[in-house]
């Protein structure tokens, strides 16, 4: 444990977009962050890939430390603060090092926990170092102390999430200008919204390593990146875009992880919700995260989920309470007290549904389907049959009532032997938040 009448030393590896946030945030608000400290906070060292690069902040008054293993060594460092990113190789490393150096961790990086969390959880355990990881999770919202700290006299049933800004923009973007996913990703990118590879965030990566912490703090759990379902938002049509508005929807990429008894599902997939709701009222860049506890109800924050500014500020907070002696669990829990569960799929769940087809417009093609439907036990809520194509073919939507998952999915794939029946159905949850 540190000394408190001294200053709170760390050394910062990666100065990009978050690493000189950081930096930023030190040197713009250096007396609140001493008084809630009660103690100075001393950035002693910094490292980054080229030193030579100019980086639009004052770096002059740290060391350059010669090495990650340097300073994952270095004896004045009470934490070390990884900003470099990727879930193995040089960082994996450094924290280890570090760890095993006695000191506390600090970290933005989801991917690296999402899949190493809990090796990494032990280690600091038997260390006695604490691993934060607030900016990990939804950038500037502090739902990571929320979970582990606010709610913590709660059962946890339920946690949502908008945890992807990317996907949120390319969303709200399609629907306001009628654009498709291709046309809106491109923009996004030449924006700077989106990375060059936007595969991570489209397809629901990103997204599904922020929910997996998620997961693992609100039920006190292992976090288990393998049972968790993804599916991204690149096959999203405007055409399901206007069906979800029509029925007074938007289509948002929810997380979601949810327990009941010992049975945990996680899942990321675009759904449904309704359009004047908490998360449907969630548009560009944002994130949100809504939670369900047995004695708070229902919290929802919505804030900032990435962005320089908001991502650093969520690491000084970790920061300040580091040195201000808070020492928490990784994930709440100390390791051996993690709770066992049964990791479940998404066909146990039980939901109300939104089914798109593309059809041949010929006698009886409507007949056929609701046909399958019955056969399946699954009932329709409400049916759209928007138009006629010119080449001869139909749009069909269909909300079903609230029905097992699995019986859906059944349904669909017996609608898709059908010959009438063009193209992939598409079939999305509604989640009522
Ligand atoms: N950007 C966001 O809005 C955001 C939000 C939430 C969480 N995060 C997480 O924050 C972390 C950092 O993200 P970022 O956007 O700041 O990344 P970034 O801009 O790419 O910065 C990465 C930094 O790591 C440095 N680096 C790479 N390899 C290194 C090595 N071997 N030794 C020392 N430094 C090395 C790079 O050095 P050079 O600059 O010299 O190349 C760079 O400064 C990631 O885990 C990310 O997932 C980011």
Request: charged share 25%; net charge negative; glycine share 8%.
């Amino acid at each position: 444990m540190s000394d408190s009448t001294k200053p709170f030393r760390i050394g910062i590896a990666g100065l990009g977009t978050v690493g000189c946030g950081v930096v930023k945030v030190f040197q713009r608000n250096t007396d609140v962050i001493t008084t809630r400290s009660s103690r100075d906070i001393e950035i002693i060292s910094v490292i980054a890939a080229n030193k030579n690069q100019e980086r639009g902040v004052d770096l002059s008054k740290y060391e350059w430390a010669s090495s990650l293993s340097d300073m994952a060594q270095d004896k004045r460092l009470d934490a070390v603060v990884e900003m470099i990113g990727g879930s193995d190789g040089q960082a994996k490393d450094f924290i280890i090092e570090a760890i095993k150096n006695g000191k506390h961790i600090v970290t933005a990086n989801k991917a690296l926990l999402a899949h190493h969390g809990f090796e990494l959880s032990k280690l600091a355990e038997d260390n006695n170092v604490s691993i934060t990881y607030e900016a990990a999770v939804a950038g500037g919202i502090p739902i990571i102390k929320t979970l582990r700290e606010g709610l913590a006299a709660n059962k946890i049933t339920t946690v949502y999430g908008i945890l992807n800004g990317t996907c949120n923009y390319i969303l709200s973007k399609m629907r306001e200008t009628e654009r498709s996913f291709d046309d809106v990703l491109k923009e996004a990118q030449e924006k700077g919204f989106a990375e060059a590879d936007p595969s991570f965030d489209v397809d629901g990566i990103d997204a599904a390593h922020k929910l997996v912490l998620l997961g693992a703090l609100a039920f006190g759990v292992k976090p288990d990146f393998k049972s968790l379902e993804i599916e991204g938002i690149s096959h999203v049509t405007m055409r399901d875009i206007k069906h979800a508005d029509d029925l007074g929807y938007r289509i948002k990429l929810i997380g979601m992880v949810q327990r009941d008894g010992d049975s945990v599902v996680q899942t990321m997939a675009p759904c449904f919700v309704p359009k004047n709701g908490a998360m449907g009222s969630v548009e560009g860049a944002y994130n949100a995260v809504m939670t369900q506890g047995d004695f708070s109800d229902e919290t929802f924050i919505v804030g900032q989920g990435a962005g320089e500014e908001p991502t650093a500020s969520s690491v000084v907070a970790d920061i300040i309470d580091l040195a201000k002696g808070n020492y928490l669990p990784t994930f709440g829990v100390k390791v051996k007290e993690l709770d066992k569960v049964e990791w479940q799929g998404t066909e146990t769940l039980n939901c109300q549904c939104y089914i798109h087809l593309h059809v041949k417009d010929v006698p009886g093609v409507i007949a056929d389907i609701t046909a399958c439907l019955k056969d399946k036990n699954v009932s329709i809520d409400s049916f759209i049959q928007k138009g006629h194509e010119e080449d001869g073919t139909a749009s069909v939507a269909i909300i079903t009532h609230s029905t097992h998952f699995k019986k859906v999915q059944n349904a669909i794939n017996s609608v898709r032997e059908l010959s009438s029946v063009l193209d992939k159905p598409t079939l999305m949850r509604i989640e009522d938040i």
